[in-house]
């Protein structure tokens, strides 16, 4: 039977969504401070709210709110010196993002851009007087059609003069939107860019660049991997270098990597080395130090570690170990200090701070309502597939349970990407969350199969052209294993999951008719006609394996497109999607919606508006939470229970 927690238990939908998460951690230079943004889960309007926080990086004082919150306030760094925080706010125009300024000890804000496009990122500079922005320019007003290729609004990269408020643009870029960037300790730029603001989905080519701050000459050094980020400067017996993260070649599915390009005197760039392409681990974020070589973010499977680039041999060597998740990685000037987010099985993200080689130290405390209830045990699953391959995975089981109470019902929740995991982190983010079905009564079952992140690129390539194949095998060798422990009930499973998590719960019930209840957020039921609409394109290619221009077929995404496998369905389904979905439009699902109805199987059908690939809006949040947990409620109810 399913299990309903007692009224001290209890977990409501509000409790969810009237949380806030902490974003952005950044150390100041000195060392001594820690600023990052806290935002509300729920919207309750159209635009989010977050508020700026500082704290210090002992602990010796609680963190302090900078900010009233009421728009949103983000992307927090640090003045040279240490004394005053940049960031960005759509306090002046909803939906517009200007660049402010406020002191350490607090005080108004002083808004340093005011331009209709508003700011897309920025970097403050070591000339206290100057912030490197990006920004589009000026809608001229000529009309709105949309011509592509004409009248793009390109991310610029400007250079703010707090002085006179007025900016230049850095020509030598031309066309290109500016992605990301930083400052050497030389003073020079490394930008990243590409040929549009969004994502080009046929040819997509990024390039690195070296601007001269003070006369805005560009060095162009060459071509970048796919989806290039975080460039980080380093030295190297007296040589600059620059790395930075990308897709390992040839994608564009596969791991990420850290490149390393060294900067000539003069002319064009060397080839752009990959240091980790014989490392078992992931790559997710760099961190520059301006006294040594970089820090590193690794994903280690279920947890994560931090690594340091050696000058000598440019090979990462790590340094701590986190049972868990570790995100956002930051550094103080000297290095000796980091912070980060950081989620364990037991404890939500909360910013940390430490020596990079020694424990971090919890410094925020966002939501301590959650540790009055009574929560799922989260356990570390090591199993593996029925090709011998190594795998893991996490089981939250029902709250106040052990395995001896079971069997339960078994909910698997598949993540998204595919390139993503489930590390061992409290398992209460997003709509479809472990705990959040675990205080309902059900084993919940988050697997991570072939095709995510920590296992190395190779594992993380293995679905190219071939979703739904080894990683759907992958998940059901986990269930089986469930089954076998007695944790799973065989007669009452279910599956869900968001986005690629969303195609694989549409693909499972064309395959098998031996889940009760499935729901299919955001997925994906048609990989050709996602190339011909999505915003990602030839990543969709990647996966599905093939485009409909190649030729009249059969095509390979037509073989592993959940729709081929419609007229097999008998499981009851919901489908849950964002009416703006710009990733996954929303046609994915009214065809599957469709096809569905022509074969008679039970199914509903919501549609969010004003909703993109993420649900965002409070009331729709609470929606799909009570929602989900109704319709395994219904289909995964014991028969000999009275629950409904």
């Not at 969010?608 to 799909?624: K, S």
């Amino acid at each position: 039977m399913l299990i309903t927690p007692c009224a001290t238990d209890e977990v409501t939908p509000q409790l969810v969504v009237d949380g806030v998460v902490p974003l952005h951690p950044a150390i100041s230079p000195d060392g001594r401070w820690i600023a990052y943004a806290a935002a509300t889960i729920g919207r309750k309007e159209r635009h989010p709210s977050s508020a700026i926080w500082v704290a210090a990086t002992d602990g010796s004082s609680s963190p302090k709110k900078l900010t009233a919150g009421t728009a949103e306030d983000s992307m927090p760094r640090w003045a040279p010196d240490s004394a005053s925080l940049f960031f960005g706010s759509d306090r002046m125009n909803r939906g517009t993002v200007q660049l402010h300024r406020i002191a350490l000890d607090g005080g108004e804000a002083q808004a340093l851009t005011t331009g209709k496009s508003g700011i897309s990122g920025y970097r403050p500079l070591a000339d206290d007087r100057l912030v490197a922005v990006v920004a589009a320019d000026e809608p001229t007003g000529e009309g709105d059609a949309k011509v592509w290729g004409e009248r793009v609004p390109y991310g610029r990269l400007r250079l703010l003069d707090l002085d006179t408020g007025g900016w230049r643009v850095v020509d030598g870029l031309g066309d290109r939107h500016v992605v990301d960037m930083t400052q050497g300790p030389d003073g020079r730029l490394a930008v990243l860019s590409r040929p549009t603001p969004e994502l080009d989905p046929v040819s997509p080519t990024g390039e690195l660049h070296v601007v001269e701050v003070k006369t805005g000459e560009v060095q162009d050094l060459g071509r970048t991997a796919l989806e290039a980020s975080s460039p980080t400067w380093w030295n190297a017996g007296g040589v600059w270098r620059v790395c930075y993260l990308a897709t390992t070649p040839p994608g564009p599915v596969g791991g990420r990597a850290v490149f390393d390009v060294i900067v000539p005197e003069t002319g064009a760039a060397a080839d752009h080395r990959n240091l980790t392409s014989d490392m078992t681990v992931c790559p997710s974020g760099l961190a520059q130090v301006a006294d040594g070589p970089p820090l590193a973010l690794f994903a280690d499977g279920l947890d994560t570690a931090i690594y340091r680039l050696d000058q000598e041999t440019r090979r990462f060597q790590q340094v701590s170990f986190v049972k868990g998740w570790v995100g956002s990685l930051t550094a103080s000037h000297s290095g000796e200090l980091v912070a980060a987010l950081v989620s364990t099985s037991p404890e939500t993200p909360n910013v940390h701070a430490g020596p990079p080689a020694g424990r971090l130290v919890r410094i925020s405390d966002t939501r301590p309502e959650l540790r009055a209830v009574r929560w799922g045990t989260q356990e570390r699953l090591s199993y593996q597939a029925s090709d011998g391959l190594d795998l893991d995975g996490l089981l939250v089981l029902p709250a106040g349970r052990s395995r001896d109470d079971g069997p339960f019902p078994l909910v698997t929740l598949v993540h998204g990407g595919p390139y993503d995991r489930y590390a061992d982190r409290f398992s209460f983010a997003g709509l479809l969350s472990g705990q959040w079905l675990a205080t309902a009564g059900y084993a919940v079952f988050l697997p991570n199969p072939r095709g995510g992140e920590g296992h190395g690129h190779a594992f993380a390539a293995a679905v190219a052209g071939a979703v739904g194949m080894d990683e759907w095998t992958d998940i059901v060798s986990g269930i089986d294993l469930l089954i076998a422990d007695g944790i799973a009930d065989p007669d009452r499973l279910g599956i869900a999951g968001w986005s690629h998590g969303g195609f694989m719960a549409a693909w499972a019930i064309g395959q098998t008719d031996r889940f009760k209840a499935a729901v299919m957020g955001a997925g994906i039921s048609d990989w050709g006609m996602l190339l011909a609409t999505g915003e990602f394109g030839i990543w969709d290619a990647g996966l599905g394996g093939s485009c409909g221009w190649e030729g009249a077929g059969p095509h390979r995404h037509d073989q592993v497109s959940p729709i081929s496998y419609a007229s097999k369905i008998r499981t009851p389904v919901l489908i849950l999607h964002g009416e703006d979905d710009a990733n996954v439009p929303v046609g994915q699902a009214t065809y599957f919606h469709r096809a569905l109805r022509r074969y008679g199987v039970e199914h509903e059908f919501v549609v969010y508006p004003r909703e993109g690939h993420a649900i965002l809006e409070r009331d729709h949040q609470l929606d799909v939470l009570r929602r989900t947990r109704a319709w395994f409620d219904r289909w995964l109810a014991d028969p000999a229970s009275d629950h409904a």
